[in-house]
């Protein structure tokens, strides 16, 4: 996680504003380091798109994966597999979906985005 925060850091001057506010607690379990949980958040209710661990207060949706599905959505980032993911029950969502569908809409597809995404799935391999 510290590795990624450092990655999304040095590209921050380059990322685009994302338009939508909505705040998302995630919950992946079967982790193969730690306690086997990972509780994180992410947050755009700033205009960025802010990601650390740790839960926030109220927030308008929820999303519990196992790792193996996390890591498709987030690190590869491979819409077909990630709505055959949430098709097959292994994403579970509580809360405003409306609002979690419109940030996936709205999130940058531009080449800083491209750039960070690589630099992740590279060191998370």
């Known amino acids: 996680m510290l590795a990624a925060r450092d990655v ?20 992946i379990t079967g ?26 207060p109220d927030p308008d949706v929820t999303v519990t994966t196992d790792y193996a599905t996390a890591r498709t959505i987030l690190v590869e980032q491979d819409p077909q597999l990630t709505m055959q993911a949430f098709m097959t029950g292994k994403v579970k969502v509580e809360g405003d979906m409306l609002k979690m569908m419109t940030l996936q809409a709205s ?8 750039r960070v995404a690589e630099e992740i799935r590279a060191i998370t391999q």
């Open 8 to 27: 999304r850091a040095r590209h921050e001057d380059h990322s685009v504003r994302i338009p939508v506010a909505v705040r998302v607690n995630q919950i």
């Open 31 to 56: 982790v193969p380091f730690g306690p086997g949980q990972v509780e994180a958040y992410m947050d755009t209710t700033s205009g960025r798109l802010d990601l650390d661990l740790g839960q926030l």
């Open 107 to 114: 999130m940058p597809q531009d080449e800083t985005a491209r």
